[in-house]
């Protein structure tokens, strides 16, 4: 063979290495990249059994969603007679550093003068709060309640309106005068429009009436949340109620 010949078939062999070199460490690599694919789902397993296992930062939130709300009502019964106790919020602050597992929910205006944590005579890691004008539940509302029953395992979640309340008021007589507020305010009325339109018709106040019907139909919408909040609901994991804040003494008024 000539030397021509000879250099041409070296060329040949040295390629042909080289490609089945470049299949064989590509194998390898995609067979590395597709490991932590393969063994993830047990990995997240080993996890969440990990964190299952972990104690809750207070356990003394653990409970049912009748000892949960009778929990409730009677700190509101201590802020109310003025008895409220004294927390240690140093202690609660490095306590919580790791999670949280409220024992409540709360959806409530953003009134200023309302105040769960007070109103209950709650600590820290103790409530979940969501506040928006008027306590009505959008899409991002029912998100954060849906997180802080699936995720924080939350048994009971109130929806707590008060009376006075401001948004409802803009809502009655915008309806009313058909008029347009300005800026983003017709969402609050879009929202609140329908309890304002469904009490209308009833006997006495239409403030307080509106009020009330707007925390009834939020209740039952948050019950009917599909899939998390109505499946719990259903299987006696939570409990949705209802309640009205009296601006005067400070006592909260289950209603439904």
């Known amino acids: 063979m000539c030397r021509i010949c000879d250099a041409s078939h070296a060329v040949e062999v040295r390629e042909t290495s080289r490609r089945r070199f470049l299949q064989f460490t590509g194998g390898i690599a995609a067979s590395l990249a597709l490991a932590p694919l393969a063994f993830a789902p047990a990995a997240f397993a080993r ?9 809750p930062p207070k356990p003394q939130n653990q409970m049912s969603p009748a000892a949960a709300l009778d929990r409730l009502m009677k700190g509101n019964t201590r802020y109310v007679e003025g008895t409220s106790r004294r927390h240690d919020f140093k202690s609660e602050r490095e306590a919580l550093v790791g999670g949280q597992n409220p024992f409540a929910s709360i959806l409530s205006c953003a009134d200023s003068r309302i105040a769960p944590e007070y109103a209950f005579d709650s600590s820290r890691g103790d409530l979940f709060v969501c506040r928006v004008a008027g306590n009505f539940a959008n899409d991002d509302t029912v998100a954060s309640l849906e997180y802080g029953v699936a995720v924080l ?10 009376d006075s309340c401001g948004a409802v008021d803009a ?7 058909n008029t347009t507020l300005p800026g983003h305010l017709p969402s609050l009325v879009n929202a609140l429009a329908p309890a304002v339109k469904a009490s209308a018709d009833k006997p006495g106040d239409k403030l307080a ?4 019907q707007n925390v009834i139909d939020v209740v039952a919408r948050l019950k009917s949340a599909t899939p998390i909040l109505s499946a719990a609901a259903a299987e006696g994991k939570i409990r949705v109620v209802g309640g009205i804040y009296r601006l005067d003494s400070g006592k909260v008024e289950l209603v439904g």
Do not use: E, M
């Not at 996890?47 to 104690?55: G, I, N, Q, V, W």
């Not at 395992?153 to 008060?162: A, C, Q, R, Y």
């Open 209 to 212: 009436n509106a009020i009330r």
């Open 171 to 177: 809502t009655i007589k915008s309806l009313k005068d």
């Open 47 to 55: 996890d969440a059994k990990a964190k299952d296992a972990k104690p």
């Open 153 to 162: 395992n939350s048994p009971l979640i109130l929806v707590l309106g008060h």
